[in-house]
């Protein structure tokens, strides 16, 4: 046996209190890093339902559909629609959620299955605004890492009553990030000197929104591109 003289044994003690600041401090960022793990991201599915996707609205709920099954598992998912504001000719399109803070895929799948076209002028941007009051409402607190609005649509916008500029300052005030797969395909590509074509416009909206705040539109370039190679060029956050 070996003995340890009482100045070896301060030497080794004092070596133990000079590590031990680092030792706790790493002890307390795996905790930290453990409980980042944890927190899930809060996702909302716009599906654009009205007049102007009808012959699109297949492909809108099988994106839907490919959307939900990739998110589903990383934190709760609410879908919206639009419904019918009246028969009035030139009523608009309101937003409403069909089901909120699911993870339950086929209850999501289900959901998508059972909607149908409505009628009405596209309010988009009073839509965007609806969802991100929604997800500050339910998923506003410390359990969630982040928030994301993904739309599925042509990107018309109609009658809103919200501004552009108002909308991307609520959703930085509220840390919400859009991506959006933008079905422009069937929307006229004629305009004038004077004014833009509503493709034009429906591009340039997406793509302003989603850049603003930190997200990502596509554009397929057929109703038959693969899905996997869509939403992997979307890429949509998880954890």
Known sequence: MILQTGGETMNILSKLFRTLPTFLLLLSLSALCSAQDKKKIAYAILLDNTGSMRSQFDMVTGIGKAVAQQIHDHGPVSLFDFASAGQVRGAGAVVTPRIEQTQDEQLLKHTIDN????????????????????????????????????LITDGEERTSVVRQKQLLQKLSELKIHVYAIGLVQQLSSEGGFTRPSKRSKAVELLKDITKETGGRVVFPKSDRQDLQSLLAELAIPIQ
């Open 115 to 150: 909607l149908y076209v409505e009628g009405g002028q596209t309010t988009l941007l009073d839509a965007i605004q609806l969802i991100a009051d929604r997800l500050g409402e339910k998923a506003g607190g410390p359990d969630f890492s982040a928030r994301v609005i993904i």
